[in-house]
Each structure stands twice: as structure tokens, then as C-alpha cells.
């Protein structure tokens, strides 16, 4: 938690229990919609945060901006078996409820019900609305872009595997099977070499969708 104000972490906090709560609830619905009980036996279909957060990936969240939530076990069988895209429908669920929280939080700036930018109780420390609600969107929109990343075991791996096609799919499965390793490597060795490439491409990304959602 480097650097990090009062009302910084304080948003990230509140946020982490929304976006990783909504995030992994939404892949054990869309599962369980989809025929496949193991969500429901796990304790997962619940907006219990505490069912779904992991420590690692909310100690990232709070001093790197992303993160990640304890992945949602599903039986592939049972999804597919009732829709051939049942293992991208399950996945897309996760971001998709990044993208909708995010939209929640913009139009709530946007419709003005937010007319006051005065600390909640007079109490400085704490994070303003207008604040908040700016960090609430952005984290979403990272989380929902980091997670679309189409590298394993981040969704994006499924939501882009199911469109490739059968001659390229020997050569994806390849690529995924060091998909961990591809990410350690792009996030956390070379920053150090001073090549920051897919955090740029997060952060450009990122600010693109805010704009758009923020009419800037």
C-alpha cells in the first residue's frame, strides 16, 4: 500500500468489495443458469465478499490498481453441454459486470446526483462522493480490461478462444499453456528492464472507456 492517501485506499477498499464480489458472483450465475451446479455447491453463488476475495489478489489491487478474486470453479461439461458457448458466456459474465458497475457509477456523476464534493460526516480523511465514484469507475474498467487480456487463466483466454479457429487452435493452446508465465513476465519483469508496454496498454485502454463513459 505504497503511497497511498486515506481516500485512496479507503476507494480501493469499497471497491474491491464491490468489483471482485459482482465479478466472480456474475461467472457462478451465468454457470449455474447454464446447468452446472458446482458454483452453488462451492458457496459461490452469493455476494458474500468474503466467499471470493483472495488475499494475494486484493494486496495488488490496493497497491498496484488490479487484481484478482479466487477463480470460480465450473464443470466445462455441463456448460458446454447445454451451449456450445458456455465456457465464453461464464467468462464474458465476470468483465461484463465490470463494465456494468462502472456504467452504474458514471451515470450516477453524470445524471448529477452527486452535487456536493464536501467530505461524508466533515470528515476529511474520508473520500469525497465524486471521489469515490471516480476510482469505483476506473478500477471497474481496469479490472474488466486486465481481464480480458487473452492470456490463461485471465477470462480473456476463453472469451477469445472460442472464436479462434480449428487451424490455429494447436498453436493457441500452446501459447496458453505459459499464459501465467507471459503475464508474470509483462507485469513484472519488464517494468524493471524500463518496458511498461502492457500496463500502458491497460492505462490507454482504460482511459479511453472512462472518457467515453464520462462524455470527456
Known amino acids: 500500500m505504497l503511497n497511498l492517501s486515506p481516500a485512496l485506499l479507503i476507494s480501493r477498499v469499497i471497491t474491491l468489495l464491490i468489483a471482485f464480489t459482482f465479478h466472480e458472483f456474475s461467472h457462478a450465475q451465468v454457470a449455474v443458469w447454464l446447468g452446472d451446479d458446482t458454483p452453488r455447491r462451492d458457496g459461490r ?18 497497491t498496484a490498481g488490479f487484481g484478482f478474486a479466487k477463480p470460480v ?6 456448460v458446454t453441454r447445454k451451449n456450445k458457448a458456455g465456457m465464453m458466456l461464464v467468462a464474458a459474465a465476470g468483465p461484463c459486470a465490470n463494465l456494468l458497475l462502472a456504467v452504474i457509477g458514471a451515470l450516477i456523476i453524470r445524471s448529477g446526483l452527486i452535487r456536493t464534493n464536501a467530505a461524508p460526516f466533515g470528515l476529511s480523511w474520508l ?18 480490461v486486465f481481464n480480458l487480456i487473452p492470456l490463461a487463466p485471465l477470462d480473456g483466454e476463453k472469451v477469445v478462444g472460442y472464436f479462434i479457429p480449428d487451424s490455429f487452435r494447436n498453436t493457441w ?30 492505462s490507454s485502454l482504460t482511459m479511453s472507456l472512462y472518457r467515453l463513459l464520462m462524455g470527456g
Not at 73 to 78: D, G
Open 45 to 62: 453463488l452469493t455476494l458474500n465478499p468474503l466467499k471470493h476475495l483472495d488475499p494475494w489478489g486484493c494486496l495488488l489491487l490496493l
Open 73 to 78: 470453479r465450473v464443470n466445462p461439461y455441463a
Open 127 to 144: 473520500p469525497r462522493p465524486a471521489y469515490f465514484l471516480s476510482q469505483f469507475i476506473w478500477t471497474n474498467l481496469s479490472l474488466m
Open 173 to 202: 493452446n500452446r501459447i496458453q499453456a505459459q499464459g501465467m508465465k507471459i503475464l508474470m513476465v509483462c507485469f513484472f519483469v519488464l517494468p524493471y528492464l524500463r518496458i511498461g508496454f502492457m500496463d500502458n496498454i491497460i
